[in-house]
């Protein structure tokens, strides 16, 4: 008998598999509040959900290294009381990855996020059990983007390759961490990326909403 060929298929958390926007935005702006910045529209906080935050505080507000660092640390202060649950899972997201596993398929999570939040965040929103590895950022920076989190999955599963693996993700640094890896990358669009920033990364397609990230994945799977 002929053994099934294995096929993956990784998944960036916020923005992807939960809507982490009440939480990232409450901590930003609660570590904001500590250098007497006060953000008046929710809005400009948006670019805060996917992005390393020792970038984002650098970039987005203007603060120093050795600032964002302890932005960062503030942030984390509010994160790991409050903000770590404050998530929504996006609809239809149970059925889709459910009709994954059914097929066989190795499903991972490739977050930026510090993999110690992302293993009490899956387990409280009953997504622990579709997930057989996760791979994150460490608190001490050791996988501090997105090529490097990828990087270490591959370290894991030597059989993943172009040909039988995805990535699922929102915003451009899905896009070119993966490709920075050599991974095609399905863009979702009901995330908090931008359509014209990841076409312009070269990302491979792109899914409107849940139902149809769905059907593009069961397609990819089916020709595999």
Same mark, same amino acid.
């Given at each position: 008998?002929?053994?099934?060929?294995?096929?993956?298929?990784l998944f960036d958390l916020d923005g992807t598999l939960i809507?982490?926007?009440?939480?990232?935005?409450?901590?930003?702006?609660?570590?904001?509040?500590?250098?007497?910045i006060h953000p008046t529209d929710r809005e400009e906080l948006h670019p805060y959900i996917g992005p390393p935050l020792l970038y984002a505080f650098q970039q987005y507000h203007g603060?120093?290294?050795e600032q964002a660092e302890q %932005?960062? =640390?503030?942030?984390?202060?509010?994160?790991? /009381?409050?903000?770590? &649950?404050?998530?929504?899972?996006?609809?239809g997201l149970y059925e889709t990855l459910s009709c994954l596993?059914?097929?066989?398929?190795?499903?991972?999570?490739?977050?930026?996020?510090?993999?110690?939040?992302?293993?009490?965040?899956?387990?409280?929103?009953d997504l622990d059990t579709y997930f057989e590895f996760v791979s994150g950022?460490?608190?001490d920076k050791k996988r501090p983007n997105k090529e490097a989190v990828i990087a270490y999955i591959k370290q894991q599963y030597p059989s993943i390759s172009s040909d039988n693996t995805l990535m699922v993700g929102d915003t451009?640094?899905?896009?070119?961490? %993966?490709? =920075?890896?050599?991974?095609?990358?399905?863009? /979702?669009?009901?995330? &908090?990326?931008?359509?014209?920033e990841m076409l312009a990364c070269g990302v491979?397609?792109?899914?409107?909403?849940?139902?149809?990230?769905?059907?593009?994945?069961?397609?990819w799977i089916a020709g595999v």
């Open positions: 008998m002929c053994k099934e060929k294995e096929r993956f298929i809507d982490s926007g009440r939480g990232v935005m409450n901590c930003v702006t609660y570590a904001l509040e500590k250098f007497d603060l120093s290294e %932005a960062l =640390a503030y942030y984390r202060e509010r994160y790991t /009381v409050k903000g770590l &649950y404050e998530n929504d899972v996006y609809t596993r059914e097929r066989g398929v190795h499903l991972l999570v490739a977050t930026s996020k510090p993999e110690e939040f992302v293993k009490r965040i899956l387990p409280h929103y950022d460490t608190f451009k640094y899905d896009v070119l961490g %993966a490709h =920075a890896c050599d991974l095609p990358v399905v863009g /979702v669009l009901y995330g &908090y990326g931008e359509r014209e491979d397609m792109l899914a409107t909403d849940m139902a149809d990230l769905r059907r593009i994945l069961l397609d």
